[in-house]
Every structure is written in structure tokens, then in C-alpha cells.
């Protein structure tokens, strides 16, 4: 059962022709696709993502963004992934939770992330005290 599971799930990341390459042999997209097939043979509630396109081409990114967002949708798997990149949070996420210090400044849809979010996020001066401070200037 575990061989047919995982024959499965190399098809649906789309490594089948790839099941017996060794890793030096395997793309950086390919490395991650097999990271993401470990992680399901575990059978998890929810898969994390840590950096998941880090260190991967702008194309090789899209890929594993929707392989991500599909897993999720198909599996009914909740994924959390931390990434850095706002442009492929926004274009693949359901969510958005932004953090600094750990705390959450901001958790809303996609679309809700502004500027004034952005700024408040990455430079960690709340938007009502940039307003202020705007004002009094």
C-alpha cells in the first residue's frame, strides 16, 4: 500500500518519469517536489512550508506555488507556508499572516494587503501612527 501511495503521489507532483533518478541528478524544482512527496507519505493534517521557492527560478517557482496551492485544494490539506515573496504570497494564498517580532500585524485575504500593511509589516511603524505622524507634519 505504501509503494502504491507513493508511486501516486510522485505522478500527481509530476516526478513519475523522474522515480528513480538519484538526487545530484534532480533539478531544484524536482528536489522540492520530492520534499513535498516526504512530507505526504507521513500522511499529515496540515504541511509546512518554510521558504518553499527559495533558491528556485521564477518559472520552477509558479510550479511549486500551484503544486502547493493544488495540494491543498485536492487533499483538503491546510498548508502554511512562510515566504518572504509578497507577489507569489498574494497570487497563491487564501491568507496572508504578516509577522514582526513575533507578532501578527496583519491577517486578512490577499487583496487586503495594502501598502499600508506592507509598510507597517517591514518597517514596523503601525499605519495609525504613520497617519499621525503625516498629520502633524
Known amino acids: 500500500a505504501e509503494d502504491a501511495n507513493l508511486r501516486e503521489l510522485t505522478g500527481w507532483v509530476g516526478l513519475k518519469e523522474r522515480a528513480n533518478a538519484l538526487p545530484p541528478e534532480l533539478s531544484g524544482g524536482e528536489r522540492q517536489r520530492v520534499g513535498v512527496v516526504r512530507a505526504l507519505m507521513q500522511d499529515p493534517d496540515i504541511l509546512l512550508a518554510d521558504e518553499p521557492t ?55 485575504v490577499p487583496d487586503a494587503l495594502n501598502a499600508d500593511a506592507m509598510e507597517e509589516i517591514y518597517a514596523g511603524v503601525p499605519a495609525a501612527d504613520r497617519q499621525a505622524q503625516e498629520a502633524a507634519a
Do not use: C, W
Open 54 to 108: 527559495a533558491s528556485l527560478d521564477p518559472k520552477t517557482s509558479e510550479q511549486i506555488m500551484g503544486l502547493l496551492r493544488d495540494l491543498a485544494g485536492e487533499l483538503k490539506l491546510p498548508v502554511v507556508i512562510n515566504i518572504h515573496n509578497v507577489t507569489e504570497a498574494k497570487e497563491y494564498t487564501d491568507r496572508i499572516v504578516g509577522m514582526r517580532y513575533g507578532r501578527i500585524i496583519f491577517d486578512d
